[in-house]
């Protein structure tokens, strides 16, 4: 890898047609001479038919097309390969480099690691979140063989997420959507599902039962799923996997579930009786598949049109109120 210094204002990417990728021996172009063209030809910059230039944050680097070849699964790989039908995929600006955007200098550098030693050294100053994009953009593995680096707290949050959203999409199958089938086949459009552990004992009283309406939450006895959902990042990770089936009204967190009832207490001066409930602290789950939902908050209100060029008077309309007031007859 070379680096040749910066240069002036870039191009975006564009695909590459058939024609461009490739032309036929002896076929005329626009002006009229005969041309021909390969793939290397179309990718062949500054730097020879052997190498390809990037342009990022306005410098250039130059890498072996051979290199990112070495990585066929990758990205890059994919667009820089020999094959003609594997390398039309972008399109260099008119000084022959291609520009990636959304990519920081010191990132690509550590990605360009990858393809020399199979591993990324990222350092202090680089961020692990931002190499972790690049790495999900250009079709990198990111994994504790790959990635090297200082900050260990970040590069396990990162590897924390993946195993969160591989758990929960498991749990989503294998617990969640069993609740969320039954609530629809009775006609509901949204469930409260509330997380136990498989130890909990609950025992309401039949004569006085939670009065507060627990009594219609669907209840799921899991401790593994309990404990997945007591760190909030794996809740954050569980609500962006819900959003990705394309669930509405989506709330986790935590809250008090009544277990047992501990006694009766009769107000002073008063025949009520109150019910006090033992509660424990446990995860839920809210979501809804309401297609339409928008027109079940709808509400219709009847308005009368102004008559057109005339503008309301507050002030007249107040005192037209109390003269219509004044005129109804006092009830006997």
Not at 246 to 268: A, Q
């Amino acid at each position: 890898m070379d680096e040749l210094g910066s240069t002036g204002q870039s191009r975006s990417l564009s695909p590459l047609s058939d024609s461009d990728c490739r032309k036929t021996p002896g076929s005329p172009g626009r002006s009229g001479n005969k041309t021909q063209r390969s793939c290397a030809g179309s990718m062949a910059n500054s730097s020879g038919p052997d190498k390809v230039t990037f342009l990022v944050e306005g410098s250039r680097l130059s890498v072996e097309t051979a290199l990112l070849g070495s990585q066929p699964e990758t990205m890059l790989g994919k667009m820089f390969s020999t094959s003609c039908v594997e390398g039309r995929l972008t399109r260099p600006n008119e000084d022959g480099d291609y520009t990636l955007k959304g990519i920081s200098l010191d990132v690509f550098r550590c990605v360009l690691e990858y393809y020399k030693t199979n591993q990324m050294y990222c350092p202090p100053h680089v961020s692990i979140r931002d190499l972790r994009e690049a790495c999900d953009y250009l079709l990198l593995p990111f994994d504790e063989h790959v990635v090297r680096c200082n900050d260990f707290c970040a590069l396990l949050h990162e590897l924390s997420n993946d195993g969160a959203k591989k758990l929960f999409e498991a749990y989503v199958v294998e617990l969640l959507l069993p609740v969320m089938v039954e609530c629809a086949k009775r006609g509901d459009r949204e469930c409260h599902i509330v997380v136990l552990c498989e130890d909990d004992v609950v025992e309401w009283d039949a004569e006085y039962p939670p009065p507060t309406g627990e009594e219609y939450y669907e209840v799921i006895r899991s401790t593994k799923l309990y404990r997945f959902f007591k760190y909030v990042e794996n809740r954050d990770v569980a609500k962006d996997v819900l959003r990705e089936r394309s669930l509405k009204k989506i709330r986790l967190g935590i809250e008090g579930y009544p277990t047992h009832m501990e006694k009766l207490r009769r107000r002073p001066n008063s025949d009520r009786t109150e019910v006090v409930y033992n509660y424990v602290q446990r995860p839920f789950v809210h979501c809804g598949w309401e297609v339409e939902e928008a027109r079940s908050r709808h509400v219709d209100f009847q308005c009368v049109k102004p008559k057109p060029g005339l503008t309301p008077d507050p002030e007249a309309a107040y005192l037209l109120a109390g003269d219509l007031a004044a005129e109804q007859p006092e009830a006997e």
